[in-house]
């Protein structure tokens, strides 16, 4: 998969050399650049912002640096490619969206600051790419940055090979909407607390049972907008049948 990130603090995404994503650059799964806006101003100033018309608070991003920039990464190759520009604005991000994303050959990002990016940028860059408006959730970040990493990392994680096991992408959290169940590890008892006795059972039928308890409690708890909005749990169902 191929990404291009453009943004006027490239320093921000070093995080995508470590770990993971790093190991699959190097490994050349990802070929992901990272561009500096500024790069494509001309002015001795490298002016990327300017004040909005109508009046207001803060600058707005101007469009030409904007449009050098994304036909320079859609230049070559392929058809149509995915803009993603994050802001509070956009459609949330989901693991549903991740795994369309995952499927996609070139991803592009571009990381907005200050109140925005002049909105005929949108318009014209609907001519070259799919556009997507895309948010992490209902809070503001100060630019788009940081939705890049997590963006880029929820959906590098999906392609095949990133992962080195590829089970562990399957009893996830959101994959099939419900949380996720507890998890224990050595010692037996630690500070006067033991892990749930089924656990050490060795009857996987009554693990996997209890597991997928916790699973329907937890989501009650604390995302009941999952059970709701998956359709599959009726009330009765977080009651212990045991
Ligand atoms: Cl994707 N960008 C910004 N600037 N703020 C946000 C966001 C994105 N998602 C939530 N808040």
Redesign the pocket.
Same mark, same amino acid.
């Given at each position: 998969m191929r990404l291009d990130v453009v943004s006027i603090f490239p320093d921000y995404l070093a995080p995508l050399d470590l770990s993971l994503i790093g190991k699959a650059r190097r490994d050349g799964l990802l070929d992901l650049k990272v561009h500096d806006l500024r790069d494509f101003t001309h002015d001795r100033h490298r002016t990327v912002d300017d004040s909005p018309y109508g009046g207001g608070a803060g600058m707005v991003m101007k469009p030409e640096p904007w449009s050098e920039a994304l036909a320079s990464v859609a230049a070559d190759v392929d058809a149509r490619p995915t803009l993603i =520009?994050? &802001?509070?604005g *956009?459609t949330p991000?989901t693991q549903a969206m991740a795994r369309d994303l995952a499927k996609q050959d070139h991803l592009v990002f571009a990381c *907005?600051?200050y109140e925005g990016i002049d909105e005929r940028v949108y318009e014209a860059a609907a001519e070259a790419y799919d556009v997507r408006i =895309?948010? #992490?959730?209902?809070? =503001? #970040?100060? &630019? *788009?940055e940081?939705? =890049?990493l997590?963006?880029v990392e929820a959906v590098a994680r999906l392609l095949p090979g990133v992962i080195g096991n590829a089970d562990s992408l399957v009893e996830e959290s959101h994959e099939d909407g419900l949380l996720e169940y507890p998890v224990y590890t050595k010692p037996p008892v630690w500070d006067g607390r033991a892990v749930p006795d089924v656990l050490l059972s060795g009857d996987h039928g009554k693990i996997a049972a209890w597991r997928h308890q916790q699973r329907l409690e937890r989501t009650a708890a604390r995302r009941p907008d999952l059970l709701h909005a998956s359709g599959s749990v009726a009330v009765g169902d977080l009651t212990d049948g045991s």
């Open positions: =520009v994050p &802001g509070p *956009g991000f *907005g600051r =895309v948010s #992490l959730g209902d809070y =503001v #970040l100060n &630019g *788009g940081v939705a =890049v997590a963006i």
